[in-house]
């Protein structure tokens, strides 16, 4: 009870601290407002907590700047903690919320400003915030989900990698000393193979060291500036045997999460798809929306040109007309998250058991393939001794 009343207590001076501190203490000082970024990126776990917490506040009652300065007083010094001590004070000098963390789009991006501007329209904000919290818990699994998943046969692929570069740069040319000094230059194929890729790894890693990051800069270049490349990318990522399946089932889990809770929340059809297309990082499901948006703007349903693009199934394609005819097409989308979400694990599951005898398989081989070269000359030099 006590350490409640303190809080209670700091929440009610907490406002004029922190003016003070977002006026630069009064010295003339930046203040926050005034950096648009917000400080720097917050982790989406960490917005997405604020997001539930802030819901239970203003579900209980409390207005939205004193619940703004209780949650930003139990913050951490960081990014998150600067970004609400501006936003509450925008908020209690008069600025709509939805204006003022549109300030920072670092940290509250076009779809959390817009839903929580439908909040407002339609005073519920709590409702909004709180289906805006679940969205993002929900997003946040899967995409730790599949982190998860990729962590094994990353670190597996790194240490198989590590190790194959020190058998190519310090055993391999100790053998090959002993067999020229031996056998000579008459050495089996698959011998000189192997010393032929030695030597080159020797002699050329400032090569390699030059051309692997050169290839990964020209690949973000080309990614941010030439539209079809990222097209052919998203293309070919779609069509990948076992993580194609994947890459799009998880696509279409977002998206219909994303469209979903925003038609829930009372936004507009064709302004929800605005903010689903800008928060989309994927081409081909880019282009999707804009035929579903050129459809509505034609005064056609959602439906056809969802068909058409070829992401959608037919029991997607199905739910939403059933939707649009029922008039309940967020309840229909929000049912379609919820199932390729139940999809996009089973499917981890699914390609990462696959995955795991294959890089055995592949390790196996690639051994099996430098014992066989290294073994092959004694083999021959024995042979010759017996003769």
Avoid at 98 to 103: D, P, Y
Avoid at 136 to 152: C, D, F, H, N, P
Avoid at 171 to 200: C, H, R, W, Y
């Amino acid at each position: 009870m006590a350490k409640k009343l303190q809080r209670t207590v700091q929440t009610q001076q907490r406002p004029a601290a922190v003016k003070k501190a977002v006026d630069g203490g009064g010295s003339g000082g930046p203040t926050f407002a005034t950096k648009k970024s917000g400080g720097g990126r917050v982790r989406p776990a960490a917005l997405a907590d604020f997001t539930s917490q802030f819901a239970t506040l203003l579900e209980a009652g409390i207005p939205v700047v004193r619940s703004l300065y209780v949650l930003e007083g139990q913050l951490k010094a960081g990014p998150l903690k600067r970004t609400l001590a501006a936003v509450a004070e925008d908020v209690e000098g008069g600025t709509p919320l939805s204006e003022a963390l549109g300030k920072y789009p670092r940290t509250f991006d076009n779809l959390y400003t817009n839903m929580v501007r439908a909040g407002e329209a339609g005073g519920i904000q709590d409702v909004i915030l709180a289906r805006l919290a679940v969205f993002m818990e929900k997003a946040e699994q899967i995409k730790s989900k599949v982190k998860g998943a990729l962590a094994y046969p990353v670190v597996v692929i790194g240490i198989a990698l590590l190790v194959v570069l020190a058998v190519m740069i310090y055993v391999v040319p100790k053998f090959k000393q002993i067999f020229q000094q031996m056998i000579g230059e008459d050495l089996p194929p698959m011998t000189q193979f192997l010393i032929a890729i030695s030597n080159m790894v020797r002699d050329y890693w400032w090569a390699w060291a030059i051309l692997v990051p050169l290839l990964y800069i020209t690949h973000r270049v080309a990614c941010s500036r030439a539209r079809g490349y990222r097209l052919f990318r998203d293309k070919a990522l779609l069509r990948l045997p076992l993580f194609g399946q994947l890459i799009r089932k998880t696509i279409v889990a977002r998206f219909s999460r994303t469209f979903g809770t925003l038609v829930e929340s009372g936004v507009p059809h064709l302004e929800a798809l605005e903010i689903v297309r800008a928060s989309v990082r994927n081409l081909v499901l880019e282009d999707a929306i804009e035929g579903i948006l050129h459809s509505i703007r034609e005064g056609e349903g959602i439906a056809r040109p969802m068909g058409e693009s070829g992401i959608f199934d037919d029991l997607i394609i199905n739910m939403v007309d059933v939707g649009e005819q029922t008039g309940e097409l967020d309840r229909m989308l929000i049912r379609i998250a919820d199932r390729y979400e139940i999809e996009v694990d089973r499917t981890v599951d699914v390609v990462f058991k696959v995955i795991e005898p294959i890089l055995i398989v592949a390790l196996a081989i690639f051994v099996g393939f430098i014992v066989i070269a290294l073994l092959a000359p004694m083999l021959k030099l024995m042979q010759k001794m017996q003769r």
